[in-house]
């Protein structure tokens, strides 16, 4: 009853920049984590970064300075700008949300590919 659609992914040369965008629609009270984590081929899927409410943002370290997670207008849709990229950073991104509907559940995005060049 919760979906989850991203866009934003692409190709870019090393050092570029790509956004990413996530909307949240379905049976939702609110939205209490937004994020964003990565696979890249033959890894575990990572946190790359989240918003929680009440303002925290958590970042992995390995980002951090250069990739920013934002709420948008839209109460139900966030964003990730990711700045100076790397060929490393290759990877399937997902964007993720924990959200209240009488329980608290997790919801993810289909995942949309993202692709560094060096």
């Known amino acids: 009853q919760v979906e989850l659609v991203e866009s934003g992914g692409g190709s870019v040369q090393a050092g570029g920049s790509l956004r990413l965008s996530c909307a949240a629609s379905g049976r939702i009270a609110s939205i209490n984590i937004m994020g964003w984590y990565r696979q890249a081929p033959g890894k575990e899927r990572e946190l790359v970064a989240d918003l929680r409410s009440g303002g925290r943002l958590n970042y992995a370290d390995s980002v951090k300075g250069r990739f920013i997670i934002s709420r948008d207008e839209a109460w139900n849709t966030w964003s990730l700008q990711m700045n100076s990229l790397k060929p490393e950073e290759t990877a399937v991104y997902f964007c993720?949300?924990?959200?209240?509907?009488?329980?608290?559940?997790?919801?993810w995005g289909q995942g949309t590919q993202v692709t560094v060049s060096s």
């Open positions: 993720y949300a924990q959200i209240t509907y009488g329980l608290y559940f997790d919801a």
